[in-house]
């Protein structure tokens, strides 16, 4: 993590010494991204150096296009992580975004290290959702080597899960139509 | 609503008769836009046609980056629009929302006709959420003529707030530094 402040702390010294700077964040950096760290320490810093935020492309967006429509309508979105966030305050909310019926995006849901917040984040999805409910399992969204499966929430654990997945939980109207997630919004589609 | 239909139908069709067809659609076609439907209408009309989705740059996303970094955590994107979606559902949701203690995004928060939704998000809101916690409005994300100004949440009914306007609410790390909304990700920055 300490890299991130560094980075961050780099990327203003050199601004405020009157250079056009640039930092580059995967994804969109207001997502998870830097654009949250060079701000707080461009304030802290006191430097009055204009920052432009460039927004690009969340993973929850790039993994939904390759598995169908699964976020159409209302969802979550909340990262495993619990290096910057406390593993109570995540549980948390996934209790009650499991309770709501939106879609929920999950980031970070693993690392080597890093196992306990997927196996709590099942078991309460589990309390909530129908364990029948299609989730899609994408790595590498957007990138060389992007995979997407789908499944269903009850086989959430079988599957090879690590930093560079993105889990896609779909609500009470995901249904998996010709291999793609589709969360239907309500339209009459009848003729 | 039935225009969103009768042009996914219309496009379902085209394809079907072995043209290349386009569907354009604002901000991330997955996000409430016409990636769902089309592939709702493709599944009803059994045509094996291949649909590919590319990805875009939702209003979340545009509408952050010029408030600053509002989303840079934990985020649940909500609908006011009640065409499709029931009220009592979307009150449910921003009531599990708001105890999450989540940054909130609203799209399509209110239209001439349609009022009752962005009222009750806001009575729900401040059930839950510190009143002063800084909101973003923002018009025309990315387009032409886009405006973003920074308030606090007991302000929110006082806004000029239509159709094309994202509100993003903060949570409780959330706050106004230099005209920007910076959601505290709880890096250690000090030296």
Redesign the interface.
Same mark, same amino acid.
């Given at each position: %993590?300490g890299k991130? /402040?560094e980075r961050? &702390?780099i990327a203003v010294m050199k601004a405020n010494e009157n250079n056009k700077v640039v930092m580059v964040s995967s994804g969109?950096?207001? /997502?998870?991204?830097m #654009?949250?760290?060079v701000?707080?320490?461009? #304030?802290?810093e006191k430097t009055g150096i204009p920052?432009e935020?460039? @927004?690009?492309?969340?993973a929850a *967006?790039?993994a939904? +296009?390759?598995l169908?429509? @699964?976020?159409?309508?209302?969802? +979550? /979105?909340? *990262?495993l992580s619990d290096l910057?966030?406390p593993l109570e &305050?995540?549980e &948390?909310?996934l209790e009650? +975004?499991s309770? +709501?019926? %939106?879609s929920i995006v999950l980031y970070n849901p693993k690392s080597q290290d890093r196992i306990e917040p997927l196996t709590r984040a099942y078991e309460i999805m589990m309390k909530y959702i129908n364990p029948d409910t299609p989730i899609g399992i994408v790595r590498q969204a957007?990138r060389e080597g992007q995979t997407a499966k789908i499944t269903t929430l009850k086989n959430l654990l079988n599957e090879e899960i690590d930093m560079v997945t993105t889990i896609v939980i779909g609500n009470s109207a995901t249904k998996t /139509?010709?291999e &793609?997630m589709?969360?239907?919004?309500?339209?009459?589609?009848t003729n």
């Open positions: %993590m991130e /402040v961050a &702390k969109d950096p207001g /997502v998870y991204g #654009a949250g760290i701000l707080e320490i461009a #304030a802290q920052i935020i460039l @927004p690009g492309i969340t *967006s790039a939904s +296009a390759l169908g429509a @699964p976020l159409i309508s209302d969802f +979550a /979105v909340i *990262s910057l966030t &305050k995540i &948390k909310r009650l +975004a309770q +709501a019926d %939106m957007g /139509v010709n &793609k589709i969360t239907a919004r309500g339209y009459n589609i």
